[in-house]
């Protein structure tokens, strides 16, 4: 199986910083990553496929990027309403798998 | 509008059989290229996917999982069923069905049903 690493595991931020997660692959997944965003109580919501693409709707403050085994999640400037926690996805190999997650909160 | 709900029990005792009924609202599962998957999250953890079944009833499970799980649909009820065999407490989670987009993404979500196995 495919593990996804990512880091940091928790993040403190203040509104308008920048912020980056990454994500590490255990082997070349090409450009099959997806992000997803988790608010407490609720199911996951998908904001980036293919490692750049974002979801309709989705807000272009939210990037990603990288390529291979290294990717990158960035909020260009947090706004409140992004505190949550983000995950990681891979759907190159069955099974898909999923990062650890990366729990976000306002400093 | 598209929607997917999870249903099944809160409580299972250890051992016992676990059965969940994802329903599909404003999509087929006969249409080519559905795809839908299971998804579970102990409290406090991680996701974890589980299963997949396709349009043409191709199956596919996580590995550590895949002796204990069986998916299997109903065009006609338009539903996704998830069995999974001798629960344990460490099976208590939300469990969650998805569609998997053309992209290979999990774009829409059920609200998720929680599970808890205890005696």
């Known amino acids: 199986d495919i593990q996804m690493t990512q880091s940091p595991s928790s993040l403190s931020a203040s509104v308008g910083d920048r912020v980056t997660i990454t994500c590490q692959a255990s082997q070349d997944i090409t450009n099959y990553l997806n992000w997803y965003q988790q608010k407490p109580g609720k199911a996951p919501k998908l904001l980036i496929f293919d490692i750049s693409n974002l979801e309709t709707g989705v807000p272009s403050r939210f990037r990603g990027s990288g390529s291979g085994t290294h990717f990158t999640f960035t909020i260009l400037s947090l706004q409140p309403e992004d505190i949550a926690t983000y995950y990681c996805?891979?759907?190159?190999?069955?099974?898909?798998?999923f990062g650890q997650g990366t729990k976000l909160d306002i400093k | 509008q598209v929607t997917l709900k999870e249903s099944g029990p809160a409580l299972v005792k250890p051992t016992k059989t676990l059965t969940l009924t994802c329903t599909l609202s404003?999509?087929?599962?006969?249409?080519?290229?559905?795809?839908v998957s299971w998804i579970r999250q102990p409290p406090g953890k991680a996701l974890e996917w589980l299963a997949r079944i396709d349009w043409d009833d191709d199956k596919f499970y996580t590995t550590s999982l895949k002796t204990r799980l069986t998916i299997s649909k109903d065009n006609t009820k338009n539903q996704v069923v998830l069995k999974m065999t001798n629960m344990d407490p460490v099976d208590t989670a939300t469990y969650y069905c998805a569609r998997i987009s053309f992209d290979d993404a999990f774009d829409i979500w059920g609200q998720g049903t929680m599970v808890i196995v205890s005696s």
């Open positions: 996805q891979q759907c190159d190999t069955l099974p898909y798998t």
């Open positions: 404003g999509l087929s599962l006969s249409i080519r290229g559905m795809r």
